[in-house]
Nanobody, 119 residues
Framework: EVQLVESGGGLVQAGGSLKLSCAASGFTFDDYAIAWFRQAPGKERQGVSCISSSDGRIYYADSVKGRFTIYSDNTKNTVYLQMNSLKPEDTAVYYC????????????WGQGTQVTVFS
């Protein structure tokens, strides 16, 4: 059974930090790219970041460049999203997904974790 389990969300003051984790199981981790999406109430879903194990490529949305860092621990089949200098507009449910590449559609989705940034 494929599983993507996010954790690490919470409530944080603007300027603070959170680290999200995405633990993957049920598929060959190295064959997939892991991406983070987010969706705020009333807004469209937005791609935040993606890391591809196969070629090492990393992508960030312009809105998070310089503040968020994605990295992978392949020994634990886990991808992390370190979020620094958080802003209220970062408030959203964050989902991790797995797809065959960062430019491909996501095949698997986690259940999401809430991030709330207050000013």
């Amino acid at each position: 059974e494929v599983q993507l389990v996010e954790s690490g969300g919470g409530l944080v003051q603007a300027g603070g930090s959170l680290k999200l984790s995405c633990a993957a199981s049920g598929f060959t981790f190295d064959d997939y790219a892991i991406a983070w999406f987010r969706q705020a109430p009333g807004k469209e879903r937005q791609g935040v970041s993606c890391i591809s194990s196969s070629d090492g490529r990393i992508y960030y949305a312009d809105s998070v460049k310089g503040r968020f860092t994605i990295y992978s621990d392949n020994t634990k089949n886990t991808v992390y999203l370190q979020m620094n200098s958080l802003k209220p507009e970062d408030t959203a449910v964050y989902y991790c997904t797995a797809g065959r590449g960062c430019q491909n559609r996501s095949d698997y989705w986690g259940q999401g974790t809430q991030v709330t940034v207050f000013s």
